[in-house]
């Protein structure tokens, strides 16, 4: 957006340039010419050159520019006092730093805090309580606000619990801390539930279900991931292991191969089972197939890699994840002949009822 110099032929009376004004609003690129009388308030002589011209546009569109820029300036300014203001008032330095060491990262070594999980958790739920900005005495009255703050930015119901877990315990700490009542935010039910669902799934909507991901279409994109990502996505396709599951192939300590006569099993540990006995967190999958065996080879080579979800996106499919090995799992042995409740098992589901509601595709119709 600024204003231009246009030369025109040299047979035309002088000058032989004219001026205009382009506005680049809304992504259209618009050109007016301006009026010739109004050329004098502009700086603008018809007995300029074209080159004194262009040296008069460039510093009306500098000008113009370094205005820009105050503006922009002074909304930042105004944006980051605002956010200070916000923080002092509902989370104060001292408080939040007591709070973390109390409770966020009471467990987890100092080293490890930056990168661990419930730190982009606690961030998230910091910013929450700076959008709502009520004091934790008022959340449980005006829960509604929560709600709705949480259904505009389109969070997913299952984020929603987690954040709601350290908001809660916030509230409860600075409550307690000053002597005040306070009563919890309840997880969204009902209609509140359901509108938060709703806006989640209407910006995605398959939500962060990834598509099943088969042998045949890994195949087909081999040549576009690197061979360690290959791999990563072999394992999960042929073993319906987990993300991190894969990622463990190359830790002994999680991932085992255990071979008993002419039988190869894969033992893999289940990290994400917290409420059991470590020795029942091992699944066991035997290789019944060649391509299991291949796998078995794969991991012992250790050339595994994780490939980001937009790279699989973007040489497979839009909709696969890196679940969707594990997504298509089940599916895929019922087709090679085994039972629903053997597949759980490897799975490493606690019930058939989960394999079923989760990972069978029940618009697939069944193998002959």
Known sequence: ?????????????????????????NGTRKAKDIPREQWLELGFLP???VDEARARRDQLNAQEEMRRRAVKRRAIDERLAEEELTQTAFLSPIDTAEFEEKYVFSRIPVEQRG????NSYWRAAKRVICAVKLPPNEWFALKHIFYDHFSAQK?????VRKLLQLINLYGFFLATKRGLPFL???????????????AYFDKNEDGLVSAPLDPKKLEAAKSNFKPAQYNWLYL?????LRPLEADNVKNPKH??????????????YQSKLRSVPRPKRWKVIPCLHPAQLKGIEIIATQNVERPLNKTIRAHIDDAITGYGGRKNFVDMMLDLGHKLETIAQ?????????????YKDRQRPEAA
Not at 184 to 198: H, S, V
Not at 236 to 240: K, L, S
Not at 256 to 267: M, P, S, Y
Not at 346 to 358: D, N, V
């Open 155 to 159: 969070m997913s119901p299952s984020y």
């Open 1 to 25: 957006m600024g204003y231009r110099v246009i030369p025109l032929p040299k047979k035309k009376k002088t000058p032989h340039w004219k001026v205009q004004f382009e506005d680049r609003t």
């Open 346 to 358: 490897w799975m490493g589901h606690s019930s058939i009822e989960r394999t079923w509601r989760s």
């Open 184 to 198: 919890q935010i309840p997880a969204p039910r009902g209609r509140e539930a359901q509108r938060i669902a709703d």
């Open 255 to 268: 991932t085992k191969i255990v071979r008993t006569g002419k039988r190869v099993e894969l033992h893999v």
């Open 47 to 49: 007995s300029m050159t």
């Open 236 to 240: 999960t396709v042929w073993f319906g």
């Open 115 to 118: 990168r661990h999980k419930v």
